[in-house]
């Protein structure tokens, strides 16, 4: 057990936590309101090796590119966070996953299917520029406060992780009933949307569910390098950091029917399509040779993939499970746009342009997360296609 000293500070860490990655997700929704975000653009300008990769000397040039002096471990801290596979680096799926506001439905759904554009310069329009770097500002100082709030908590005689995670709840996750339920006994203000957002932010499988590993994660215990880990700002620098940052106060981004009627159309229209369709075969029991493609604006997409997986009969009679656990690369229980590329490049010899496979990942990434799990790659084949027997 917890003393009850140790456990209020414990409490405090989770109320500060919930509203700092608040603070965070307010930022994303600005970006997600302004009509020149597009998730893949904006990697790219990041992904200055262009390898569709970003490392922790991409961030720096980024922070310095807009003349932000910044701290090396708080852009370590932030990339860790990022990097979800630890493989150090940040792909397009960890990334458009971070990046994409989530509370609200809506613009999470406006801001995926926006068209990637080219930029010129490698630059961002200003304001976006600027937005995205409102987002890692509130991202590091959330880590930050965090981070010094949790050696706080390691240095009560008591800490132990254990206990911790059970004065909680000794269940093996805590999903929103448990959450919820603790911070009401606790009398701890939240709203439904902010603990929403901060259990999907914090669990790994983006699942609503925040397993014990994942709570290691969020206290910083599963990198031992973590012990002696001190944010360092040198002191003649913090004057110019906060003339520097004082830039980046928010702005009152124009507005377009973008975000009313453009968007209800397309909200309608991805909702209303295949309503005829309802009575399906098992998804993982339908056979790649069985598609025949829908005459509609995805066609040439699908076709595509279709197409390619079936070249030479090689995966004739396959069961889309099967299909599914042939593209996971890595087996990890899900499908990246890394696994994507490399099934066409290496395993079909068939590579794509990036445009024609992000474009495949947005129609198959139902819950626009930038993964594609086995239930949603099953679904959005079917939906978007005729079942039939050739």
């Known amino acids: ?7 209020e500070l414990f409490k405090k860490y989770l109320e500060d936590f ?22 893949y653009t904006v990697f790219c300008r990041l992904d200055y090796k262009k390898i569709l990769h970003i490392d922790l000397n991409d961030l720096k040039m980024f922070f310095s590119d807009n003349d932000l002096l910044y701290c090396d471990d708080d852009l370590l801290l932030m990339f860790r966070k990022l990097d979800i596979d630890k493989h150090q680096y940040i792909s397009f799926s960890e990334f458009s996953r971070y990046i994409l506001p989530h509370k609200d ?60 995670w059970e004065s909680v709840n000794s269940e093996r996750r805590w999903d929103f009933k448990v959450l919820k339920e603790f911070f009401d006994q606790s009398r701890i203000y939240y709203t439904i949307k902010d603990l929403e957002n901060f259990i999907y932010r914090n669990s790994r499988e983006r699942d609503y569910r925040i397993n014990y590993s994942d709570f290691l994660y969020i206290i910083f ?3 031992d390098e973590n012990k002696n880990y001190i944010f360092n700002t040198p002191q003649k620098n913090k004057k110019q950091i906060a003339e520097k940052q004082s830039n980046f106060i928010g702005q009152t981004n124009f507005m377009t029917n973008e975000s009313t009627n453009i968007k209800t159309d397309k909200l309608n229209r991805n909702r209303l399509s295949y309503s005829h369709h309802q009575e399906l ?34 995966l004739k009679g396959l069961t889309l499970k099967q299909l599914f656990i042939r593209l996971d690369h890595n087996k990890k229980g899900f499908i990246t746009l890394d696994d994507l590329i490399n099934y066409f490049q290496n395993e079909l010899n068939q590579p794509q342009k990036i445009e024609e ?23 959005q084949i079917v939906k978007h296609m005729y079942i039939q027997q050739f």
């Open 1 to 7: 057990m917890l003393s009850e000293r140790t456990l």
């Open 18 to 39: 919930v509203k700092l990655e608040n603070e965070v997700e307010n930022k994303r929704e600005q970006l997600g309101h302004n009509i020149y975000f597009e998730p």
């Open 105 to 164: 439905e809506d613009l999470n759904f406006l801001a995926y299917n926006r068209q990637s554009y080219k930029i010129q310069e490698n630059k961002l329009p200003k304001l976006v520029e600027k937005q995205l770097m409102q987002v890692f500002l509130a991202e590091i100082e959330l880590n930050k406060r965090m981070f010094n709030q949790m050696q706080q908590l390691k240095a009560q005689r008591d800490w132990n992780k254990i206990n911790a």
């Open 221 to 223: 215990a599963h990198q």
């Open 281 to 314: 075969q098992r998804q993982d029991e339908v056979e790649v040779s069985e598609f025949r493609i829908n005459e509609n604006k995805d066609q040439n997409i699908l076709q595509l993939l279709l197409n390619k997986l079936k070249i030479q009969n090689r």
């Open 357 to 379: 496979l992000i474009r495949l990942m947005k129609l198959l990434d139902k819950n626009k997360d930038g993964i594609i799990s086995e239930k949603e790659f099953c679904e």
